[in-house]
């Protein structure tokens, strides 16, 4: 035949094209097109010639008789060759001839390519040499049915496995379980697309130690022929397992700036910290701190105190169970890597733990939680020079002991926590002592008097930025009269509770000069601008930069008029619950907030009836951020719709309707159920403006005391009444009234239009008076003068036998004992 059989154009499968066949002495039995497209000759002219007459010139024959003798000698010869070209012109071809042994004799079949082909084949021969050779790239070879045809020494080295072990096995074999199922899908999915893919993190078994694993980035792509035919799929394969571990710790530690220190609570961070060691780093952990830096008392430099372990977790199953030891103490032996480390202060690595650890008693709590563990950590919690705990880190699970990399991470976690420690140790600190700065001025009881039943209720801050500024009283006022008062400063901590103290005492001053609502609050607005000017000067900045400001409500309450009037400062409204259960909000002008300065305030006055609930509270009762304001207050008027009830269990009630189990701000509440007192116990008479006004005031005053079964004070209380007349008969004008008030005290009160007033002073030996009212100050338990828009009042008030009495006070203010 003429022309190669397109089965014959690559007989052995050879890289370069099918030229010619032989025989064996070098005369053309076949030509090729190829042939035909590189020299010129088309098969006719060609077939039955010598290859060596017809396209060897004379000077190259010596190769080419060279190359036909080792044909003969090894049966295959390759290299380049010129050959004439029909045109005249040699063309320089890349030859391989190979023995081919048919039914007919030896042949000789001749393949080739221009040189240039040639040696671009040739070099990408030595590139995959290369990649087999010398390259640290990992090179896998797959055949169609899923098997490994080749790797190169790389995969020897990343693997442990000869590479002739490795011949044969199915794809995936060298690959954990899970691993190796997606990646025998990836070679099916190349073969049959044809496409490329790239993927990473695929886990490989290592042959010394099948349990431990590498980590490879994977390139695929398919192996084909000219006609496109998939002959395999290649695989170039990269360890990028250091890689992958610092992504790994960089990761913890992006996760761990994110997580660790979001709160000031020492057992909350140390939990935090637990919860990012494991499992990302350890297979078990706990975090022990000292005693002191929980209760966030001032730390020494020098270790002393208990240790208690406040955070413990371990993952089991993969699942991580984080467990609250609250605060259960641990005992660490001398010799323990843990009191090594709280004694010296450097960090301990054990990367494999001698059997006989475990067994030792004195190893309290240095114990592992699982005997199964094999390697450990301990890093102190250092910070600001200050050594305030330990994490112990154990792995049990994980095969792979802990490695330098390992405590460098696990320095650095602990480095942060530690100081996010301190700082809630210094938080809990500076709370613990705003909360005993705010508990010493609040009231510690409230007093006894007639108006009101009264349940007051204090709730510190549990969670947030700290201790509010709220407070309440309940003071008890002349004429039988109580004043109750919320309060909320601006800010928290101690600053807060010290202005709140200051505000609380100035109310205390103001409601002993039984002002009205609206002029206290006016003073104390007052007192606010200038504590605020006084830190102004005292850190000269100006005042914009300072939030001094707070909101007030204050009521006062007559039981005998059953009148109340109120007035507040940019505070909540009290809530009204009258008798038969009907509870709303009181429609209050809110009134400016203390501090502002320059705007007035408005009184409320209304009537209510006995048995009527005032309540009372600041914003943190309805400014939870999980309760809407509106929302609030419904629910507290839901909650204060049975009157008769306890008023420590209407309190209990309010508190279980609004606030969480930690409010993040504090809460003062005071609840107060009214009184009547019984017109039977109040008299009052006119008296007219003269000298026998006095005589007429004690016989008033003896029957009616006769009446009330107060004989016993029928002689202080003429003395009384006849002194406080006659002061008004000498220096007063227009009409005066005597009354008598039987409550808890006895009240005798004299009222005229003056407003005069008296001024108790020490008269000398010479003089013929002055020393009325220095009698009456020494009779009675307390006494005072109150203002009105028609005069003045001079009260006294004495002591009932077998009654609780509040302390003497003078006209400049009370004297509470506790």
């Given at each position: 035949?003429?022309?190669?059989?397109?089965?014959?154009?690559?007989?052995?499968?050879?890289?370069?094209?099918?030229?010619?066949?032989?025989?064996?002495?070098?005369?053309?039995?076949?030509?090729?097109?190829?042939?035909?497209?590189?020299?010129?000759?088309?098969?006719?002219?060609?077939?039955?010639?010598?290859?060596?007459?017809?396209?060897?010139?004379?000077?190259?024959?010596?190769?080419?008789?060279?190359?036909?003798?080792?044909?003969?000698?090894?049966?295959?010869?390759?290299?380049?060759?010129?050959?004439?070209?029909?045109?005249?012109?040699?063309?320089?071809?890349?030859?391989?001839?190979?023995?081919?042994?048919?039914?007919?004799?030896?042949?000789?079949?001749?393949?080739?390519?221009?040189?240039?082909?040639?040696?671009?084949?040739?070099?990408?021969?030595?590139?995959?040499?290369?990649?087999?050779?010398?390259?640290?790239?990992?090179?896998?070879?797959?055949?169609?049915?899923?098997?490994?045809?080749?790797?190169?020494?790389?995969?020897?080295?990343?693997?442990?496995?000869?590479?002739?072990?490795?011949?044969?096995?199915?794809?995936?074999?060298?690959?954990?379980?899970?691993?190796?199922?997606?990646?025998?899908?990836?070679?099916?999915?190349?073969?049959?697309?044809?496409?490329?893919?790239?993927?990473?993190?695929?886990?490989?078994?290592?042959?010394?130690?099948?349990?431990?694993?590498?980590?490879?980035?994977?390139?695929?792509?398919?192996?084909?022929?000219?006609?496109?035919?998939?002959?395999?799929?290649?695989?170039?394969?990269?360890?990028?397992?250091?890689?992958?571990?610092?992504?790994?710790?960089?990761?913890?530690?992006?996760?761990?700036?994110?997580?660790?220190?979001?709160?000031?609570?020492?057992?909350?961070?140390?939990?935090?910290?637990?919860?990012?060691?494991?499992?990302?780093?350890?297979?078990?952990?706990?975090?022990?701190?000292?005693?002191?830096?929980?209760?966030?008392?001032?730390?020494?430099?020098?270790?002393?105190?208990?240790?208690?372990?406040?955070?413990?977790?371990?993952?089991?199953?993969?699942?991580?169970?984080?467990?609250?030891?609250?605060?259960?103490?641990?005992?660490?032996?001398?010799?323990?890597?843990?009191?090594?480390?709280?004694?010296?202060?450097?960090?301990?690595?054990?990367?494999?733990?001698?059997?006989?650890?475990?067994?030792?008693?004195?190893?309290?709590?240095?114990?592992?939680?699982?005997?199964?563990?094999?390697?450990?950590?301990?890093?102190?919690?250092?910070?600001?020079?200050?050594?305030?705990?330990?994490?112990?880190?154990?792995?049990?699970?994980?095969?792979?002991?802990?490695?330098?990399?390992?405590?460098?991470?696990?320095?650095?976690?602990?480095?942060?926590?530690?100081?996010?420690?301190?700082?809630?140790?210094?938080?809990?600190?500076?709370?613990?002592?705003?909360?005993?700065?705010?508990?010493?001025?609040?009231?510690?009881?409230?007093?006894?008097?007639?108006?009101?039943?009264?349940?007051?209720?204090?709730?510190?801050?549990?969670?947030?930025?700290?201790?509010?500024?709220?407070?309440?009283?309940?003071?008890a006022l002349s004429g039988a009269r109580v004043a109750l008062?919320?309060?909320?400063?601006?800010?928290?901590?101690?600053?807060?509770?010290?202005?709140?103290?200051?505000?609380?005492?100035?109310?205390?001053?103001?409601?002993?000069?039984?002002?009205?609502?609206?002029?206290?609050?006016?003073?104390?607005?007052?007192?606010?601008?200038?504590?605020?000017?006084?830190?102004?000067?005292?850190?000269?900045?100006?005042?914009?930069?300072?939030?001094?400001?707070?909101?007030?409500?204050?009521?006062?309450?007559?039981?005998?008029?059953?009148?109340?009037?109120?007035?507040?400062?940019?505070?909540?409204?009290?809530?009204?619950?009258?008798p038969d259960g009907r509870a709303s909000v009181l429609d209050?002008?809110?009134?400016?907030?203390?501090?502002?300065?320059?705007?007035?305030?408005?009184?409320?006055?209304?009537?209510?009836?006995?048995?009527?609930?005032?309540?009372?509270?600041?914003?943190?009762?309805?400014?939870?951020?999980?309760?809407?304001?509106?929302?609030?207050?419904?629910?507290?008027?839901?909650?204060?719709?049975?009157?008769?009830?306890p008023l420590q269990q209407i309190c209990q009630a309010v508190?279980?309707?609004?606030?969480?189990?930690?409010?993040?701000?504090?809460?003062?509440?005071?609840?107060?159920?009214?009184?009547?007192?019984?017109?039977?116990?109040?008299?009052?008479?006119?008296?007219?403006?003269?000298?026998?006004?006095?005589?007429?005031?004690?016989?008033?005053?003896?029957?009616?005391?006769?009446?009330?079964?107060?004989?016993?004070?029928?002689?202080?209380?003429?003395?009384?009444?006849?002194?406080?007349?006659?002061?008004?008969?000498?220096?007063?004008?227009?009409?005066?009234?005597?009354?008598?008030?039987?409550?808890?005290?006895?009240?005798?009160?004299?009222?005229?239009?003056?407003?005069?007033?008296?001024?108790?002073?020490?008269?000398?030996?010479?003089?013929?008076?002055?020393?009325?009212?220095?009698?009456?100050?020494?009779?009675?338990?307390?006494?005072?003068?109150?203002?009105?828009?028609?005069?003045?009042?001079?009260?006294?008030?004495?002591?009932?036998?077998?009654?609780?009495?509040?302390?003497?006070?003078?006209?400049?203010?009370?004297?509470?004992?506790?």
């Amino acid at each position: 035949m003429s022309e190669l059989s397109r089965s014959e154009e690559d007989p052995l499968g050879l890289h370069l094209a099918a030229l010619a066949v032989l025989d064996d002495e070098g005369t053309v039995v076949g030509w090729s097109r190829k042939a035909q497209e590189l020299i010129g000759y088309p098969g006719r002219a060609m077939t039955g010639r010598s290859v060596f007459e017809a396209l060897i010139d004379p000077a190259d024959l010596p190769v080419a008789r060279e190359a036909a003798s080792r044909c003969r000698s090894v049966g295959f010869w390759f290299g380049v060759l010129p050959v004439r070209h029909k045109n005249g012109h040699q063309v320089d071809l890349g030859l391989k001839i190979t023995a081919l042994t048919r039914d007919r004799g030896r042949e000789w079949v001749l393949a080739g390519a221009l040189a240039e082909d040639v040696l671009e084949w040739q070099r990408d021969r030595a590139v995959l040499e290369g990649l087999y050779r010398r390259c640290p790239i990992g090179l896998v070879v797959h055949s169609p049915d899923m098997r490994i045809l080749r790797v190169n020494r790389a995969i020897e080295r990343f693997t442990g496995v000869p590479a002739a072990d490795l011949l044969g096995l199915p794809s995936g074999a060298l690959l954990v379980a899970e691993d190796a199922r997606k990646a025998v899908d990836r070679v099916r999915q190349v073969i049959s697309t044809g496409r490329a893919l790239v993927y990473s993190e695929q886990y490989v078994r290592l042959e010394e130690d099948p349990a431990r694993v590498r980590v490879a980035l994977v390139s695929s792509f398919p192996m084909a022929d000219s006609a496109g035919r998939i002959l395999g799929v290649a695989e170039m394969i990269e360890d990028i397992t250091e890689r992958h571990r610092a992504q790994q710790r960089l990761a913890v530690l992006a996760e761990a700036s994110t997580h660790i220190g979001t709160t000031l609570d020492v057992g909350q961070t140390a939990r935090q910290l637990a919860e990012v060691v494991v499992p990302h780093l350890a297979d078990h952990a706990s975090v022990d701190v000292l005693q002191s830096a929980v209760r966030g008392e001032e730390m020494a430099h020098a270790l002393a105190g208990p240790v208690v372990r406040v955070a413990d977790s371990s993952d089991g199953d993969g699942q991580p169970a984080l467990r609250d030891p609250k605060g259960e103490p641990v005992e660490f032996a001398p010799d323990t890597p843990q009191a090594r480390c709280l004694a010296e202060g450097r960090p301990m690595l054990e990367p494999v733990l001698p059997p006989a650890w475990f067994s030792t008693e004195p190893f309290r709590g240095a114990r592992a939680p699982d005997p199964g563990a094999h390697s450990l950590i301990v890093v102190p919690l250092a910070a600001r020079g200050l050594v305030l705990g330990v994490m112990s880190l154990w792995r049990s699970r994980r095969p792979d002991p802990f490695a330098a990399d390992d405590l460098t991470l696990a320095q650095e976690l602990a480095s942060r926590a530690a100081l996010a420690i301190d700082n809630a140790r210094r938080f809990t600190q500076q709370q613990q002592t705003a909360y005993t700065l705010q508990s010493s001025l609040l009231p510690t009881a409230v007093p006894q008097q007639s108006a009101v039943e009264v349940a007051p209720r204090y709730l510190p801050a549990g969670a947030g930025p700290g201790l509010g500024g709220d407070w309440f009283d309940v003071i008890a006022l002349s004429g039988a009269r109580v004043a109750l008062v919320v309060g909320d400063v601006v800010g928290r901590g101690v600053h807060a509770a010290a202005t709140m103290g200051r505000l609380r005492t100035a109310v205390h001053t103001l409601a002993n000069l039984d002002l009205e609502p609206d002029e206290v609050l006016s003073r104390l607005d007052d007192l606010v601008n200038l504590l605020a000017a006084e830190q102004e000067a005292a850190e000269q900045r100006p005042v914009a930069e300072h939030i001094l400001s707070a909101t007030c409500l204050y009521a006062v309450y007559d039981p005998i008029s059953r009148r109340c009037s109120v007035a507040r400062a940019g505070h909540p409204p009290p809530v009204v619950t009258d008798p038969d259960g009907r509870a709303s909000v009181l429609d209050l002008p809110a009134g400016p907030p203390l501090g502002l300065g320059g705007l007035p305030f408005e009184a409320r006055e209304l009537e209510l009836a006995e048995g009527s609930l005032l309540t009372l509270y600041t914003n943190g009762l309805i400014g939870e951020r999980s309760i809407d304001p509106d929302d609030g207050l419904a629910r507290l008027c839901a909650a204060l719709t049975r009157p008769a009830d306890p008023l420590q269990q209407i309190c209990q009630a309010v508190v279980d309707a609004l606030v969480p189990a930690r409010p993040a701000d504090d809460i003062a509440l005071v609840v107060a159920r009214t009184r009547v007192l019984p017109a039977q116990n109040v008299a009052s008479w006119e008296l007219p403006l003269e000298a026998a006004a006095a005589a007429r005031a004690r016989t008033l005053v003896t029957d009616k005391l006769t009446e009330w079964g107060l004989e016993d004070l029928a002689f202080t209380t003429e003395l009384i009444a006849s002194e406080l007349v006659t002061n008004a008969f000498r220096y007063a004008r227009g009409p005066m009234t005597l009354r008598l008030l039987h409550a808890r005290s006895l009240v005798c009160e004299v009222s005229d239009a003056s407003h005069t007033s008296p001024h108790l002073r020490r008269a000398r030996t010479t003089d013929e008076g002055g020393r009325g009212l220095f009698l009456v100050a020494q009779l009675a338990e307390r006494w005072g003068t109150r203002y009105s828009r028609e005069g003045k009042t001079v009260w006294t008030e004495q002591g009932l036998a077998g009654a609780p009495q509040s302390a003497p006070r003078g006209p400049g203010g009370p004297f509470r004992h506790r």
